[in-house]
């Protein structure tokens, strides 16, 4: 098994610092960003998929670091409605699917995307309980109009190259859980799409990501190591589905998230937050989930991906590498 990180966290630092990086804190793996919400910094696309020499060089910055080139990541929306970015964020997907084939690289993580809820639409609409007979009717568009036909041609892409896909099962996402990945699989008949097992997203909606890892088995193909704290005051006064977003003023530099789409900014007292490893819970849950992680697939790579807001780049990564390694060794992977 390897460990390792996603290097969107470190967007600001050059490819050969960022390996570095990654090598003194004693990780192995890496995971590079290749379009879809976020830029490329660390990956020179075109070039790569042009020539031959470039990609020999490129993986040869890894080797001499002695970092493994683990993953592409590519999370957008393909499916978004929107026609300046659902197209853009699914393009992004396909030409990561073609360069990790190039770059014998065999992971792919993405999200499922949301589409719109009815034909014309231009805003995603995300249903998640169902309970008047009209969200039906929107699942069943989202499903049978958009999104299994989009999925078809992935898994297709992806079986020609030999690349898993790995799904990050996200909210506001048409898969956000395992019966929805299940269903995406079942309804594609892939071989190729399956789980991003990262258990951040799982811990806020009440899950507990080693009986997901359990309950998918083999159709988990990749991981992620981010952790959650769920604020136990402030989760008895607002729940975990708390809209209490802002909006982050224009003199602060918004994250363009495609279009005219923007990252917001978290309520000041979260019900939950995304904290580094070890931050939201320890011992009794990392070391079961590298094991579970292990018995499905003992060379897969779990990445850290360090969205902690009350850590900087450096010291979220450190303090995330040293609970994850620590975690390991009890596990015995």
């Not at 995971?31 to 998929?49: Q, R, S």
């Not at 048409?174 to 071989?191: D, H, K, S």
């Amino acid at each position: 098994m390897r460990l390792g990180a996603y290097t969107a966290c470190l967007h600001d630092r050059s490819l050969d610092e960022t390996l570095k990086i990654l090598g003194e804190l004693g990780l192995t793996s890496a995971e590079i960003n290749t379009g879809g919400f976020i830029a490329a910094p660390h990956i020179p696309i075109d070039d790569l998929l042009a020539s031959a020499g470039a990609r020999e060089d490129y993986l040869g910055r890894y080797t001499q670091a002695g970092i493994t080139l683990t993953g592409l990541n590519c999370n957008g929306n393909p499916l978004h409605p929107d026609p300046v970015v659902g197209p853009r964020h699914a393009e992004d997907l396909r030409r990561s699917i073609e360069l990790a084939a190039l770059l014998g690289v065999k992971r792919v993580v993405t999200m499922s995307g949301l589409p719109g809820g009815e034909p014309g639409a231009t805003v995603a609409n995300w249903v998640v309980n169902p309970w008047d007979s009209q969200w039906l009717d929107v699942l069943d568009h989202q499903w049978g109009e958009v999104a299994v036909p989009f999925w078809r041609d992935i898994q297709a892409r992806a079986a020609a190259a030999d690349v898993k896909v790995c799904i990050e099962m996200h909210p506001h996402n048409l898969v956000f859980n395992p019966p929805t990945l299940l269903r995406l699989i079942e309804q594609t008949n892939a071989t190729h799409v399956g789980a991003e097992m990262d258990p951040s997203h799982l811990f806020w909606q009440g899950m507990d990501p080693v009986a997901a890892i359990e309950f998918l088995g083999d159709r988990v193909f990749h991981a992620a190591a981010k952790d959650t704290r769920i604020n136990e005051a402030n989760a008895r006064r607002f729940g975990v589905l708390d809209d209490r977003f802002s909006r982050t003023p224009a003199d602060q530099n918004p994250l363009n998230l495609g279009g005219r789409n923007t990252l917001n900014q978290w309520p000041s007292e979260p019900a939950w937050q995304f904290v580094a490893v070890g931050r939201g819970h320890g011992d009794e849950f990392w070391v079961p989930f590298l094991q579970a992680l292990h018995r499905i697939d003992p060379d897969m790579a779990v990445n850290i991906e360090h969205e902690d807001t009350e850590l900087d780049q450096i010291e979220g990564l450190r303090q995330a590498a040293e609970n994850l390694i620590a975690a390991a060794r009890p596990a015995a992977v």
